[in-house]
Each structure stands twice: as structure tokens, then as C-alpha cells.
């Protein structure tokens, strides 16, 4: 029989595993619906664990997945939050070399939506990254939402410890390995006694924004990380994204917003708010998108034809299409774009290899 927690949630499977919690799948038998079910990892530290269930409380925007309960029952905590169906941030940029433009403003645009509802009641995640976001199932992304605010400040304590030990860019803490490739430097080289506001999670954005348009961790990961962003070593721009110019206007623009999120300054940096009204002014495309494949090209390879994987469809697309490091080509088949009427066929734009 499945374990049945505070008379209410059944517990049906573990369906992830982060740095301090385990998450389940559950059923709430009262409104009949699914939940997450998220509990501390054993040693982890739970003084902190209700309080941080009041204040992820108070959040409350479609762009980040709401606490919905918290329950103490024999020796144990937990948090019920909103059930997201879909998949995590991290596993689509695993199939992408990079996003282009115009579905990246649709992602950095929801970011910083969520961001700025949290900033509005002082709820600071700390911890933003991919891992973090859920995203609705296949390539569209017109659904995300953050998670994890729920352990916001418990997350807080985990870094306050790491500073007090003296260096926190050599914690052996999986929540802080894991978000070192995004973490403001104003955290990574915090000493004890200082608190970090708003401004690391515009960092976070920043960063977690550059790896979405290049495919590349703009510092690097783990040690990587903390020693370049210390000397101010920063990955370049590639230049696929400009170098087009179907998609070199909006590239800059969000090149820009980034820019600026990632300013050594904390002071310098712009706001959620900021960050909201700025990409709510960009022009990007909204359409679906769809997953396929190239059957075949034509024109000595300069256009080709596409095969919807969905409903069969077939698309027909120019070279000058496509965004990224890497053309459709016999070895490289598998895409995301978007189609348009067209006759005799729908028009393929933009297009982008997936791995």
C-alpha cells in the first residue's frame, strides 16, 4: 500500500532528486489531483524548513510552481507543491546546441516574470538554474515555471554554513557544485555576516540566459567557474548568432539584457522589473514548434525539406533559416522550427539542429 501522508497525499513514486530534497509524485485524495511531494534529504538541515514554506507561500504567479502545503508528521517535513508535468530546463538544453533568439526571449521574458513576483513579496531563490525550471513536455515552452522557492531560505542556509567555513567555492555541498555556473560573485566570495538581496538572482538569470542562446556556460562549471568569474574570464559571444541577419537584431538586443545582468556590480544591475519591461518591448515569434526531420535537401544543400514528427506534415526550409553552430545535413537530422502557410508546402523558420 502506498504511504498516505497527513491522512491527505498518497504517495505514488519518487520522480526526482536535487542537492537537499527528494520529490514525489503524489495524490491529493481531497481535491483529487497530482502534487509534488518534496521532503529534506537526510542531514539537512529543517529549522528553517516552515519558514521557508510561509514565504514560498506568498508567491503566487503562473510562471513559478506554487506551495501549497506544509506538513510535520512523526519526525518528518515536508512540502506540497504544484504538480508540473513536463520536464526540466536542463534536459532541453541537453537536446540543444543553442536556442535561437526568438524562443529565447520567450524563456528569458517568463524568467523574469517569476523572478520579479518573488522580488515584489522579498523571496530570493539563490538557486536559480536549469535544473530548476520545468518546462511543458516537447519543444514549445510556451508553459515554464520555477521550482523550488519553496526552499529558498533553506537554501540560504546552506550557503550562510558554506561561507562561514571560509571558502565557498570549495564546499563539497551538491547544491552549491551545481549552482556555481550560476552564481553572482557577490556569493561565491560572501564572508560570514554578508546577505546578498535581489541582485544574485538577476546574476543567475544572466548566466543561465547565455547558456540558453550559445549552448555554453558563460564561466564554466564547478572550480571553473568561481576562478574565472574572480578574473573576469567570461566565454565570447559565438558568432552564429549574429552573423545571420534574420536573427542578428534580436540576438544583440538579448545580448544586451544579458550584458547587463551579469555586471560585476551588483548595484549596476537592473531589476526583475527592469528585466520584465525591457524584454516585453522585443519582437520575437510565438508560434508552436515542432519537432522533425530532414528528408532530404535540395539546391546544392542551400534549402531542403522537413517531416513534422508529430503529424507527418512536410515543411519546406532555406538555409538562411536556420540559427546555430550546426546545418540540417544527412547526419544531423533531427529539428525544432516553427512552419508558416506556404504553398505547395508550410514554410520552415526558424530552424535549429537538436542533438
Known amino acids: 500500500m502506498s504511504e498516505l501522508i497527513a491522512g491527505r497525499y498518497c504517495v505514488i513514486e519518487p520522480i526526482g532528486r536535487g542537492g537537499m530534497q527528494e520529490v514525489y509524485l503524489a495524490h491529493d485524495n481531497l481535491l483529487g489531483c497530482s502534487v509534488a511531494l518534496k521532503t529534506p534529504q537526510a542531514g539537512q538541515g529543517i529549522k528553517r524548513f516552515s519558514k521557508s514554506a510561509i514565504i514560498a507561500a506568498k508567491v503566487n504567479h503562473h510562471n513559478v510552481a506554487k506551495t501549497l502545503d506544509y506538513i510535520e508528521e512523526g519526525g518528518k517535513y515536508y512540502l506540497i507543491e504544484e504538480f508540473v508535468p513536463g520536464r526540466t530546463l536542463e534536459a532541453v538544453l541537453d537536446e540543444f546546441g543553442a536556442v535561437d533568439p526568438h524562443l529565447g526571449a520567450r524563456i528569458f521574458l517568463h524568467l523574469a516574470k517569476g523572478v520579479a513576483a518573488s522580488h ?20 514549445n515552452i510556451h508553459q515554464l515555471k520555477i521550482t523550488d522557492f519553496g526552499i529558498a531560505t533553506l537554501t540560504k542556509e546552506v550557503f550562510d554554513q558554506a561561507a562561514k567555513e571560509g571558502d565557498m567555492t570549495n564546499s563539497t555541498s551538491g547544491t552549491i ?15 560570514p555576516g554578508d546577505h546578498p538581496g535581489k541582485e544574485v538572482d538577476i546574476w543567475s538569470l544572466g548566466a543561465l540566459m547565455f547558456r540558453v542562446l550559445t549552448g555554453e556556460f558563460p564561466f564554466g562549471v564547478y572550480l571553473n567557474a568561481a576562478v574565472n568569474v574572480k578574473t573576469g574570464t567570461r566565454a565570447p559571444w559565438p558568432r552564429f548568432m549574429t552573423v545571420n541577419p534574420q536573427y542578428s537584431s534580436l540576438a544583440m538586443k538579448l545580448q544586451g539584457v544579458v550584458e547587463k545582468c551579469l555586471e560585476l556590480d551588483f548595484k549596476a544591475r537592473p531589476n526583475a522589473d527592469d528585466l520584465v519591461e525591457e524584454l516585453s518591448d522585443l519582437c520575437f515569434i510565438c508560434s508552436d514548434r515542432h519537432e522533425g526531420d530532414l528528408t532530404n535537401l535540395i539546391q546544392n544543400g542551400y534549402s531542403g525539406f522537413l517531416k513534422g514528427k508529430a503529424d507527418g506534415a512536410q515543411a519546406f526550409f532555406s538555409m538562411e533559416s536556420v540559427y546555430g553552430g550546426v546545418k540540417p545535413s544527412h547526419d544531423n537530422r533531427k529539428v525544432c522550427y516553427s512552419k508558416f502557410p506556404g504553398s505547395p508546402h508550410f514554410r520552415g523558420h526558424p530552424v535549429v539542429v537538436m542533438k
Open 120 to 139: 515584489h513579496v522579498e523571496v530570493v531563490h539563490r538557486d536559480l538554474k536549469p535544473s530548476n525550471i520545468i518546462v511543458e513536455p516537447g519543444v
Open 177 to 191: 557544485r551545481g549552482a556555481l555556473p550560476y552564481m553572482a560573485p557577490e556569493m561565491m566570495f560572501r564572508a
